[in-house]
C-alpha cells in the first residue's frame, strides 16, 4: 500500500486558523462551505441563498431552461435540482414553462423572481467585492484556470467510470 503524503497546506485567514486536508475533495468542500456561508450573508436581507440566487440567475441568463439545461448550467445533480426549483416555484419566484414536449420540464423567472434577483444582484456583487479584494483578480483568473482543468478532469474520470461500470455491469470485461 502507498504512504499518503504529509503535505498539509496552511489556512492563514479566518476564525478558525488552522490546515486544510490534503485531500483535494474535502479542501474544495471545506473552502466552498465557508465561502458559500460569506455569500449566504451578504444575500441574507434579499431572502435568497446563494445556491437559489444561481438558479434563478441561470433561468434569467437562459430565458427559459429546462432541468437538463440547469444541470449541465450549474453543474448540479437532478435530485438537489428538483428540490431546489420546488421550492423557487412554491415561493413564486419561478414557474413552469410550457414545452412542446410535455415531459420536459421548463421553467422560467416570475415578475416575483425579476424583483427578487434585481434586488439580490447588488448583494451578490458585495460578497464577489469582499472575495476578490480579498483574493486578487489575478489570482482568482489564475484560480478559475486551474479549477476549469480539474473540473474538466473529474467530469472526464466520472465518464469513464460510469462506461466501466456499464460494461461490466453486462458481464464484458473492461479494457483500458
Known amino acids: 500500500m502507498m504512504a499518503m503524503s504529509r503535505q498539509i497546506t496552511k489556512v492563514t485567514t479566518g476564525p478558525k486558523r488552522g490546515r486544510l486536508s490534503p485531500c483535494v475533495c474535502n479542501t474544495l468542500r471545506m473552502v466552498s462551505r465557508v465561502v458559500t456561508q460569506l455569500y449566504d450573508d451578504c444575500l441574507r436581507s434579499s431572502g435568497l441563498r446563494v ?70 444582484r447588488p448583494l451578490w456583487a458585495q460578497a464577489q467585492g469582499k472575495v476578490l479584494g480579498e483574493l486578487g483578480t489575478k489570482a482568482w483568473a489564475d484560480a478559475q484556470r486551474r479549477l476549469t482543468r480539474l473540473h474538466h478532469v473529474a467530469v472526464r474520470k466520472r465518464q469513464l467510470g460510469r462506461e466501466g461500470r456499464r460494461v461490466q455491469s453486462k458481464g464484458r470485461r473492461v479494457v483500458d
Open 51 to 120: 445556491t437559489q440566487f444561481s438558479i434563478l440567475a441561470a433561468v434569467a441568463r437562459l430565458g427559459e431552461a429546462s432541468l437538463k439545461q440547469l444541470e449541465d448550467e450549474l453543474a448540479i445533480d437532478q435530485t438537489t435540482l428538483t428540490r431546489s426549483l420546488t421550492l423557487l416555484e412554491r415561493v413564486g419566484v419561478l414557474e413552469r414553462a410550457s414545452h412542446l414536449d410535455g415531459r420536459i420540464k421548463a421553467m422560467r423567472l416570475t415578475s416575483k423572481g425579476r424583483r427578487a434577483l434585481e434586488v439580490a
